[in-house]
């Protein structure tokens, strides 16, 4: 029998990663979509100047050369900008699937989970407590004070509960 504590620990960890991994699985989803997209998208050579032009037609083409340059750029650094996002959900993902399965060994009395639980509970307990400790605002400061005693109580439990029979 696992101790309640443990398991509403595990519960949590499982829904923030179900939480946490809906989006970015949609993320995921529609960036790789897009970012395949642009690669599979060929770009088209420029065209010759004309032998015979005037010097009004040479002065268009190069004010439309230069427009066409400027299009091009921006459109590489947006595919640049959702090939990032794409690596970003991605990465979210398998963040969320780690929380998620990581839940789900706690309930079963894994102990690979509690190191991962570990793992993954410090550096919330950090960040958090550095968010209370700022000179930032009120809700900052206690959204930071009330996760930092959420990641306390967890990183407690983990490592005094676990390992006891319930």
């Known amino acids: 029998m696992i101790d309640p504590r443990i398991a509403m620990l595990a519960n949590a960890l499982s829904f923030t990663g179900v939480l946490i991994g809906i989006p970015s699985l949609a993320g995921s989803l529609l960036f790789g979509a897009l970012a395949l997209n642009s690669l599979r998208t060929p770009s088209t050579p420029s065209q010759p100047y004309p032998k015979n032009a005037d010097a009004v037609i040479l002065v268009i083409l190069t ?26 959900s991605l990465s979210v993902l398998l963040f969320a ?9 706690l309930d079963r009395h894994e102990s690979w989970a ?44 983990l490592w005094t509960v676990f390992g006891e029979p319930a």
């Open 63 to 88: 004010i439309a050369k230069a427009i066409g340059g400027a299009a091009n750029l921006l459109g590489k650094i947006g595919s640049g900008i959702i090939r990032g996002l794409a690596a970003a």
């Open 97 to 105: 699937t780690l929380l998620y399965l990581t839940g789900q060994a």
């Open 114 to 157: 509690r190191w991962t639980a570990v793992v993954i509970m410090l550096p919330v307990a950090l960040a958090s407590l550095i968010a209370f400790l700022s000179r930032g605002r009120a809700p900052i400061r206690l959204a930071g004070l009330a996760l930092a005693s959420a990641s306390g109580y967890a990183l407690y439990l």
